[in-house]
């Protein structure tokens, strides 16, 4: 059974920075793609970021360009994302999600397996 374990999330101040973790199980973690993506408050998902199999090719959506960065450790099964400089338009549920490939389809929205979410709540 896939399962997909975000933890990480909580309450920070603007500026401030968060990592997330996604735990992943159930399948061979290195073969496929991930990504995040997010969900604010009364909005729609929004993708945030991907990344290959082999951790080597990575994309970002223009709102978060520059200030988050993914990773995975594929020997720890892993994924994270690294937000600096956060700003209250991130604040969302973040949820870590498998592609059926290597790497990312032409819609990057198109996973197939999700996690539960975690909060991020950037607020003074």
């Known amino acids: 059974e896939v399962q997909l374990v975000e933890s990480g999330g909580g309450l920070v101040q603007p500026g401030g920075s968060l990592r997330l973790s996604c735990a992943a199980s159930?399948?061979?973690?290195?073969?496929?793609?991930m990504s995040w993506v997010r969900q604010a408050p009364g909005k729609g998902l929004e993708w945030v970021s991907a990344?290959?199999?082999?951790?080597?090719?990575?994309s970002y959506a223009d709102s978060v360009k520059g200030r988050f960065t993914i990773s995975r450790d594929n020997a720890k099964n892993t994924l994270y994302l690294q937000m600096n400089s956060l700003k209250p338009e991130d604040t969302a549920v973040y949820y870590c999600?498998?592609?059926?490939?290597?790497?990312?389809?032409?819609?990057?929205?198109?996973?197939?397996?999700w996690g539960q979410g975690t909060q991020v709540t950037v607020s003074s």
């Open positions: 990344i290959k199999s082999g951790g080597g090719s990575t």
């Open positions: 999600a498998k592609y059926s490939g290597s790497s990312w389809p032409l819609s990057k929205y198109e996973c197939d397996y």
């Open positions: 159930g399948f061979t973690f290195s073969n496929y793609a």
